[in-house]
């Protein structure tokens, strides 16, 4: 099955600079690439997804890269504010037209973001 | 406010006693599924239910039940816990489960310790 690993484990950033968390995945069959944003107390909430014909997608300050040779998929924050301290999980699987919804997700990331 | 609810956000059992943690969303959502959620594991499925009446097993089942009688509800049955399943569980919920366009909506999660 599919296997996601998620580096680092904890990132430390200062306010207004950038944040980069990078995903790897070992199923080439995987097609479907969502990040998650879990708050303190909180379930994991959606903040951006990519499909496997797509190189890159951007949402304000947030961006999805995805390298399907190397298959690694990273996540990118940038102007970082103190509201974007949670832990971030990122997840990869095939997304079927009908069926479950199947996915490997990532140990998570603890982003810190100091003001 | 659309939104999947679960209950309780805190539990404390006993070995063996057997207890079940509801799940309700109020979107009219095909696909339900249950995740527990451990230190430096991320997230698992347990089981999952593309509609009424259809359930099936997710990566861990081992120790579950789950029932789906009603649209809306999805509750997560433990017949006889073990201390091995104290975890941090979550429901989440999507329209029909598959499709590039769907979101994964979270509940708040529910803590288990079962001592």
């Known amino acids: 099955g599919e296997n996601v690993e998620q580096h680092p484990s904890t990132l430390s950033v200062q306010e207004g600079d950038s944040a980069v968390i990078k995903c790897t995945y070992s199923?080439?069959?995987?097609?479907?690439f969502p990040w998650y944003k879990q708050e303190l107390g909180k379930g994991p909430q959606l903040i951006i997804d990519?499909?496997?014909?797509?190189g890159e997608k951007k949402d304000q300050r947030i961006a999805v890269t995805l390298n399907k040779t190397a298959k690694h998929f990273s996540l990118h924050i940038t102007e970082t504010q103190p509201e974007d301290s949670a832990v971030y999980f990122c997840?990869?699987?095939?997304?079927?037209?009908?069926?479950?919804?199947?996915?490997?997700f990532g140990k998570g990331n603890q982003v810190v973001v100091i003001p | 406010e659309a939104q999947v609810t679960q209950n309780p956000r805190y539990l404390i059992t006993v070995t063996g006693k057997k207890l079940t943690v509801t799940c309700s969303q109020n979107?009219?959502?095909?696909?339900m599924s249950w995740y527990r959620q451990d230190p430096g594991l991320g997230l698992r499925q347990i089981y999952y239910s593309m509609n009424v009446e259809v359930t099936d097993k997710g990566d861990v089942p081992e120790g579950y039940k789950v029932s789906r009688k009603e649209k809306r509800n999805f509750p997560l049955i433990l017949e006889s816990p073990s201390p091995n399943q104290t975890s941090l569980y979550f429901c989440a919920s999507s329209l029909t489960g598959g499709g590039f366009d769907e979101k994964l909506f979270f509940g708040s999660g529910t803590q288990l310790s079962v001592l």
């Open positions: 979107m009219n959502h095909e696909y």
């Open positions: 990519i499909r496997s014909n797509v």
């Open positions: 997840a990869a699987g095939v997304r079927p037209l009908y069926g479950n919804n199947r996915l490997a």
């Open positions: 199923d080439s069959a995987s097609n479907y």
